[in-house]
């Protein structure tokens, strides 16, 4: 994969799969740490000790309409190759969490790409997901919840074309500025 | 300070899609896009926000929907549309440059785009 955004959307993928109604997507990026971290944690329906041993294996799946499971050993893949690495902590019934860690400044580090795309796709496949979404560059963070949007939106639904591509503009705004480009305005 | 786009916009937005809402009676024409690993890897996201821009572009009442792998690795990425009443056509393939043709002649006007096409079901 090019982007980490589209591992995140991967991930997430996995967590949908999973039956997780609440899915938290936290990005952090730490220029003095020279760290990127992303943590995908959901409340879908886990798996047991074992079987998260084995998960990084690309022959540990357990689709059926093939024999290799390709996320997060992809995953896994790219987070070595940029000096970081993917760890997994789960429990059957509760959930699940994957954390990814990058070198920030590291050569091989993927781009993270477009994060508004992958999160407006999540939504028009999941419009009833919880999903929450917090973004930390040094000492600033962007936090965005699809409960407060659906408050904001009553009856019409997140997953309208119209409203998915005005999120997409409106969290490229907010990402844009929490890098440092553009005004600054936030309550 | 320039202002941000905020969220209170929405509520703009959601006046103006109440009325649809209500107006809407079901019965419309799904668009389904493949979003396993091969998908997302192939540029099936950028398919999705394409079909997206379009339908909201165009004001164009479809239903999208996502799917995981169905095991067509080498044709992602994948999207399948389906009119009420009619077979569901999968084209593969798809770049989001052919997102316009299958919108404005297949979900719009019901021909399909046979160059596109990789599977018909019912
Ligand atoms: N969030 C999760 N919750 C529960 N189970 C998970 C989760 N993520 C992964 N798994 C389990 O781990 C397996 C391997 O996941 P992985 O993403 O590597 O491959 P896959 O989803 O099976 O296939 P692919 O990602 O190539 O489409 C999955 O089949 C699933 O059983
Ligand atoms: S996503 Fe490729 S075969 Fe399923
Ligand atoms: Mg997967």
Redesign the pocket.
Known sequence: MEELALHIL??V???L??G?TEVVIEIKEDAAGDLLIIT?K?N????DQE?VRR??D?F????TT?R????????AMAARQAGGDVQ?S?EKGK??T?TATFGLRHWDRPPLGDVPATLVTVLAGAPKLDLIYRHTVDDRTFTFCTREVRRELGEVPINDPKVLTFLKRYLQEALTSLHGGGGVDEA | MTKLKSLDDLRRLREELQKEVEARQGGETQIIVGM???GIAAGAREVMTAILEELARRNIKATVLQT??IGMCEKEPLVDVVRPGEKRITYGHVTPRDVPRIIGEHVVNGRIVEDLVVGRAN
């Open positions: 991967d991930l993928q996995n967590s799969a999973a997780a995908i959901d879908g329906s886990g798996m079987f998960v990084l690309p540990t799946t357990t689709r093939r290799v499971g390709l996320g997060l050993s992809l995953l997994i789960s959930g699940t994957v | 396993g690993t091969c995981g792998c």
